[in-house]
């Protein structure tokens, strides 16, 4: 089991969480991340900076009871579908409970904004926020390193 956090676009307090989970745990933690991102990992991957192309390398090195770190909607899909775990920066725990969910509304937002339309961006990060992630990261090691725990969804 690993901690693949796709870190194009993860929070530093949600990275240093990562990490200090991971000593916790006796985890490694594997970040992927273009070259235009400076990330020190023990276990970093280096991409070029195309399109997809971190989420296709997470993709990639995911296992079942991997825990992925990611904000991509669509990626978190695709992990699930590999028996892994995932849960974005915010602490939002993905399953096969809400991601079809999430999934329609991302398409809905898309085609709002192809249509010329605006939707919201991100707020700035919270404390509140970094404690969600925190529990949420917690409480997935723990189900993970269960044996008898089963899988999300």
Known sequence: MKILVDADA???????????LGRKYHIPVWTVASFNHMIVSDHHVVVGDGSQEADIKVLNLTQAKDIIVTQDWGLAAMVLGKKAYCLSPVGRIFSNDNIEFLL????VKAKLRRGGG???GPNKRTA???????????????????????LQG
Do not use: G, V, W
């Open 10 to 20: 993860c929070p530093k307090n949600a990275l240093q969480i990562c990490m200090e």
């Open 104 to 107: 329609e509304e991302r398409e």
């Open 118 to 120: 605006r939707t919201k």
């Open 128 to 150: 509140e926020e970094d404690k969600r992630f925190y529990h949420s990261l917690e409480e997935l090691l723990a189900e993970a390193a269960s044996f008898d725990a089963p």
